[in-house]
């Protein structure tokens, strides 16, 4: 399968660089199993929903990831914490003139500093002299995905987070989440519609490009995520009464279908490199809320897999011809899972 395959030409002016005014002010293309394509607005996701279903949502907490200081011997060093691993130690990805070697030392504002214990692969382990969330807090920068080009403003703070943000340690937003806001969650819920959270880690390796020409070579980064011991229930209650699975978000999705790779959904805190491309086998997830993804993105591939293909990438094109945003900040489509794709997975 040809990683070229999922590319579609989007311009530059499609790109969201910010927000909309409101959170559910945002566009939303519906894709239904069988039938055209419709253009909506965000908002109308409600009438959509039917009591019954339940709606999976990721309330993983934006972390201040990027840090700025230098080495002992002077040369300027930038840390982008890629994960937590306690209250002390990260794994990170560390921009400088030369690669710190294992036992030399980063240096920050207010005397912290971060010692190099070693590297795996492309991230170095660190491991900070005071605990990492505070020193985050204090003197990270959020980091907002590189396409925006631009640094993160006042406004992002609050926009790059959903309304429902609980356990710190993404560095990454979950952006179909960010179309809600706390009026959209009370009138879901009045509705009879159940909510549930997954809790799912997103990495900076999201935004890695896929270098590969052929799909099946790729191989994805790691992510923790936890499932909590109720969601099981509530998801068989909901299809005990008809109800539908819906995941807001690819994170939401892969978190559910990485944990029931061996048939009942296992809770607790697991990782997951799982690559969902054409030819997985859904198992739980019956519809999907997400953003737009970028060209030949594993994320695509994701969408591809759970719509179809060619259907997938006819509705993209027409987006851009319509005028869609694109990415983190941008319009969103309602996804029902097609009735006709393969059920292979490699």
Known sequence: MRVDSFDFLLPDERIARYPTSERTASRLLYLPAEGELEHRQFTQLLEWLQPNDVLVFN????????????????????VMVERLLNDNEVLAYVRA??????????????????????????????????????????QGQLPLPPYMERLAEEEDANRYQTVYAE??????APTAGLHFDEALMEAIKAKGVDTAFVTLHVGAGTFQPVRVEVVEEHHMHSERF???????????????????????????????????QQGEL???SQETDIF????????????????????????????????????????????????????????AMLIEKSKGESTRRV
């Open 266 to 268: 296992q809770v607790g």
């Open 59 to 78: 309330n993983t907490r934006v972390i201040p990831a990027r840090l700025f200081g230098h080495k002992t011997t002077g040369g300027k060093v930038e």
């Open 276 to 331: 969902i491309y054409p030819g997985y086998e859904f198992k739980v997830v019956d519809a999907l809320v997400t953003n737009f993804h970028l060209p030949k993105s594993t994320l695509l591939m994701l969408v591809c897999a759970f719509a179809g293909q060619e259907k997938v990438l006819n509705a993209y094109n027409e987006a851009v011809a319509q005028e869609y945003r694109f990415f983190s900040y941008g319009d």
């Open 97 to 138: 003139s030369k690669a710190p070697k294992a036992g030399s030392e980063l240096v920050f504002a207010n005397q912290a500093t971060m010692e190099v214990l070693g590297r795996e692969a492309d991230l170095f382990h660190l491991k900070a002299n005071v605990p990492i969330l505070p020193l985050l807090e204090a």
């Open 167 to 172: 356990h710190p340690g993404a560095v990454a």
């Open 226 to 260: 936890t499932i909590p011991p109720e969601l099981p229930q509530q998801i068989a209650d909901a299809k005990a009464k008809g109800g539908r699975v819906v995941a807001v978000g690819t994170t939401s999705l892969r978190a559910l279908e990485a944990a029931s």
